[in-house]
């Protein structure tokens, strides 16, 4: 009797680079299409691929099929957040101390306004607390990759990436904060309540100074050597996203921790100013497209007018503190307001800070979900095509040929 154990068996198993390989192929061709066909931002063409090949489509990525995703996602997310904190300068911040005011304000008027709808909508103050905290980040993906395909430059672009960059700091430390408060929801002991948080906060910072002074002093022995300093960022922040999910950190602070102390700790300028994003360009795809397969249409049913009015009272609180004090930054009205629109996307990070109260407690987090996850699809099909608009009114993008 012949044997044909050499064959593969079927259906053929799972296999995680075969799933970034298609995540990446239609990811790419979906963007092209939509960026040729509809002159719309390709981001918004990885959304809806992921969109078709999540539940909401063909639902060929399943829960299964995004659970061996989501180390992608979180190396995307986390490669966006490392590039996002080596923008914030310091330097510029002492000289435009407005926009550090800038900054605060529209987080908490954001917050507030947020907070305030979802309370009025009688929905209970610990999830309408959370639903802001996570409200208020900006996308930095979306933000940052219009930006880059329109090769934008300018003050509505370097305000916008700053803002983004400050009010995802605030975001995250809200929502670590607020995990006492959702502890004591569930009985928690006091122990957990107060320790919890200050692990992750503290864990996270020092976990991403660790990793910038490794990569500051591997950069000043390798030398001045543009190629090797790449692979040596690349490498460090593969290391921390690993890192922290094995030590249960928050993947966001750590990563956005070392983003900020590798470019303000580099006083003898030993990092080339090497740009990794391309080389990143294929997580950022994948991070698009998985983010798009997490989201439902369902969703938004769900959360039906209450979404609508979160994404109102978020963006009049965004307004308000940007307007507020874009004269006292040295930029017009006119201005403010496209930097105020520029604000509006929501996405990767919103999904992150829902999944961590998920795996706290299911069900909480699937009750969060109702309110966040409508908000984050309306916001990742409409916010590209906001900061598009936001960078051409502007006269800052500088369109491909």
Same mark, same amino acid.
């Given at each position: 009797?012949?044997?044909?154990?050499?064959?593969?068996?079927?259906?053929?198993?799972?296999?995680?680079?075969?799933?970034?390989?298609?995540?990446? +192929?239609?990811?790419?061709?979906?963007?092209?299409?939509?960026?040729?066909?509809?002159?719309?931002?390709?981001?918004?063409?990885?959304?809806?691929?992921?969109?078709?090949?999540?539940?909401?489509?063909?639902?060929?990525?399943?829960?299964?099929?995004?659970?061996?995703?989501?180390?992608?996602?979180?190396?995307?997310?986390?490669?966006?957040?490392?590039?996002?904190?080596?923008?914030?300068?310091?330097?510029?911040?002492?000289?435009?101390?407005?926009?550090?005011?800038?900054?605060?304000?529209?987080?908490?008027?954001?917050?507030?306004?947020?907070?305030?709808?979802?309370?009025?909508?009688?929905?209970?103050?610990?999830?309408?607390?959370?639903?802001?905290?996570?409200?208020?980040?900006?996308?930095?993906?979306?933000?940052?990759?219009?930006?880059?395909?329109?090769?934008?430059?300018?003050?509505?672009?370097?305000?916008?990436?700053?803002?983004?960059?400050?009010?995802?700091?605030?975001?995250?430390? +809200?929502?670590?904060?607020?995990?006492?408060?959702?502890?004591?929801?569930?009985?928690?002991?006091?122990?957990?309540?107060?320790?919890?948080?200050?692990?992750?906060?503290?864990?996270?910072?020092?976990?991403?100074? &660790?990793?910038?002074? &490794?990569?500051?002093?591997?950069?000043?022995?390798?030398?001045?050597?543009?190629?090797?300093?790449?692979?040596?960022?690349?490498?460090?922040?593969?290391?921390?996203?690993?890192?922290?999910?094995?030590?249960?950190?928050?993947?966001?602070?750590?990563?956005?921790?070392?983003?900020?102390?590798?470019?303000?700790?580099?006083?003898?300028?030993?990092?080339?100013?090497?740009?990794?994003?391309?080389?990143?360009?294929?997580?950022?795809?994948?991070?698009?497209?998985?983010?798009?397969?997490?989201?439902?249409?369902?969703?938004?049913?769900?959360?039906?007018?209450?979404?609508?009015?979160?994404?109102?009272?978020?963006?009049?609180?965004?307004?308000?503190?940007?307007?507020?004090?874009?004269?006292?930054?040295?930029?017009? @009205?006119?201005?403010?307001?496209?930097?105020?629109?520029?604000?509006?996307?929501?996405?990767?990070? @919103?999904?992150?800070?829902?999944?961590?109260?998920?795996?706290?407690?299911?069900?909480?987090?699937?009750?969060?979900?109702?309110?966040?996850?409508?908000?984050?699809?309306?916001?990742?099909?409409?916010?590209?095509?906001?900061?598009?608009?936001?960078?051409?009114?502007?006269?800052?993008?500088?369109?491909?040929?």
């Amino acid at each position: 009797m012949m044997s044909f154990e050499f064959l593969p068996q079927f259906p053929l198993p799972a296999n995680p680079l075969a799933l970034f390989g298609v995540l990446l +192929l239609a990811g790419a061709l979906g963007g092209e299409l939509t960026r040729r066909v509809l002159n719309l931002p390709r981001i918004t063409g990885y959304v809806l691929i992921g969109l078709t090949l999540g539940a909401s489509g063909l639902d060929v990525l399943d829960s299964r099929m995004l659970g061996y995703a989501r180390i992608f996602f979180d190396v995307g997310l986390g490669l966006v957040l490392f590039e996002l904190g080596r923008r914030l300068d310091f330097t510029w911040l002492k000289r435009d101390r407005w926009l550090l005011v800038m900054a605060t304000a529209e987080s908490l008027l954001s917050f507030g306004c947020m907070f305030g709808a979802l309370l009025w909508f009688h929905i209970a103050p610990l999830y309408a607390a959370v639903a802001a905290a996570i409200g208020i980040s900006s996308s930095p993906a979306i933000v940052m990759l219009v930006a880059r395909e329109l090769r934008a430059e300018g003050q509505v672009t370097e305000r916008a990436l700053n803002l983004v960059a400050i009010n995802s700091v605030v975001a995250f430390v +809200l929502m670590t904060m607020l995990l006492s408060w959702i502890h004591r929801e569930y009985h928690a002991g006091w122990f957990v309540m107060v320790l919890h948080p200050v692990y992750i906060l503290v864990g996270s910072l020092f976990a991403g100074f &660790l990793a910038s002074v &490794l990569a500051l002093g591997l950069a000043r022995w390798l030398g001045k050597k543009a190629e090797l300093h790449i692979a040596l960022l690349l490498a460090v922040v593969l290391l921390l996203v690993g890192a922290a999910e094995a030590l249960k950190l928050s993947v966001l602070i750590a990563l956005l921790t070392f983003g900020v102390l590798v470019k303000n700790l580099d006083d003898d300028h030993v990092l080339m100013p090497v740009d990794i994003g391309r080389l990143g360009q294929m997580f950022f795809i994948v991070l698009f497209v998985t983010t798009g397969a997490m989201l439902q249409i369902t969703d938004v049913v769900a959360g039906g007018a209450v979404a609508v009015i979160y994404i109102a009272a978020r963006f009049v609180g965004k307004s308000i503190g940007v307007l507020s004090f874009a004269h006292l930054s040295g930029i017009r @009205a006119g201005i403010g307001g496209l930097l105020s629109i520029a604000l509006l996307p929501m996405s990767g990070i @919103a999904l992150a800070m829902t999944h961590s109260a998920s795996s706290l407690y299911p069900a909480f987090g699937a009750k969060l979900a109702t309110i966040v996850l409508a908000a984050a699809l309306i916001l990742e099909l409409i916010g590209p095509l906001a900061v598009q608009f936001a960078l051409r009114h502007a006269g800052e993008a500088r369109e491909e040929a």
